[in-house]
C-alpha cells in the first residue's frame, strides 16, 4: 500500500521568498515520486518526477525536489516565487507493479505581491 | 506536444441518468487511466486499462462504472446511473508505461443533480 501525506493544505509566500511544499510519503516497494500542479480550471501538469537514480530532481519553472530515503520525503522547493507560480501542487507516489498514483490531498500556494 | 484531450469540459445531468466521458490518450501510450476529484478534495484513482482490458481497479469503481477503447484513438468511461455523490472533475490519463511519466487531460466536470 502506499499513501502520501502533504503538509499545510495552503502555504503563502511573497513574491521572491523561497517556496517549500512538504511532502512525505509511505511505500512498501521502492517509490517513484512526483510532484504535479493544477492551475484554476485546468488539468493536472507534470513539474517533475523521481524514479531511479539522482536524488536531486529538477524540474518545470524552477522548481526542483528532493528524494530522501530516510525521511521518507519528497519535498518541492523553488528559490524565488513568481506571481505565476500560484496554483494547487500534488505530490503523488507510484511504483511496485501497480498501474495507479496515489495523491496527497494538495497544498495551496499563493503568492503575495 | 502531445496532450490528452477530454470531451465535454462539463456536464450536467440527472440523478439516474447515463453518461459517457469521452477522452483521446496520447497517441503512442499503450496505458490509460481514470482518476476523479471531488471538489476540495484529493485526486483519485479509478482504474487503468492496457490491452482491451482492466489492468486495475479502486474500490470506487464498481459495478456502475466501464471503460472502453470503441476504437483506436478514444478511451470512454461511463457511468450507467449517476448518482449525487458522483458529481466531480473526471481526469483522463495515459501513459507509456506503467512507470513512464503519466500525462493528464484538463478533466471533465461532471455535475450531477
Known amino acids: 500500500a502506499q499513501s502520501v501525506t502533504q503538509l499545510g493544505s495552503h502555504v503563502s509566500v511573497s513574491e521572491g521568498a523561497l517556496v517549500l511544499l512538504r511532502c512525505n510519503y509511505s511505500s512498501s516497494v521502492p517509490p517513484y515520486l512526483f510532484w504535479y500542479v493544477q492551475y484554476p480550471n485546468q488539468g493536472l501538469q507534470l513539474l517533475l518526477k523521481y524514479t531511479t537514480g539522482a536524488t536531486l530532481v529538477k524540474g518545470i519553472n524552477g522548481f526542483e525536489a528532493e528524494f530522501k530515503k530516510s525521511e521518507t520525503s519528497f519535498h518541492l522547493t523553488k528559490p524565488s516565487a513568481h506571481m505565476s507560480d500560484a496554483a494547487e501542487y500534488f505530490c503523488?507516489?507510484?511504483?511496485?507493479?501497480?498501474?495507479?498514483?496515489?495523491f496527497g490531498k494538495g497544498t495551496l500556494l499563493t503568492v503575495n505581491p | 506536444e502531445p496532450e490528452v484531450t477530454q470531451t465535454p469540459s462539463h456536464q450536467v445531468t440527472q440523478m439516474g441518468q447515463e453518461v459517457i466521458l469521452r477522452c483521446v490518450p496520447i497517441?503512442?501510450?499503450?496505458?490509460f487511466y481514470w482518476y476523479r476529484q471531488i471538489l476540495g478534495q484529493k485526486v483519485e484513482f479509478l482504474v487503468s486499462f492496457y490491452n482491451n482490458e482492466i489492468s486495475e481497479k479502486s474500490e470506487i469503481f464498481d459495478d456502475q462504472f466501464s471503460v472502453e477503447r470503441p476504437d483506436g484513438s478514444n478511451f470512454t468511461l461511463k457511468i450507467r446511473s449517476t448518482k449525487l455523490e458522483d458529481s466531480a472533475m473526471y481526469f483522463c490519463?495515459?501513459?507509456?508505461?506503467?512507470?513512464?511519466?503519466?500525462?493528464f487531460g484538463p478533466g471533465t466536470r461532471l455535475t450531477v443533480l
Open positions: 490519463a495515459s501513459s507509456e508505461t506503467p512507470t513512464s511519466t503519466v500525462y
Open positions: 503523488a507516489v507510484g511504483g511496485g507493479s501497480n498501474y495507479k498514483l496515489t
Open positions: 497517441s503512442n501510450h499503450l496505458y
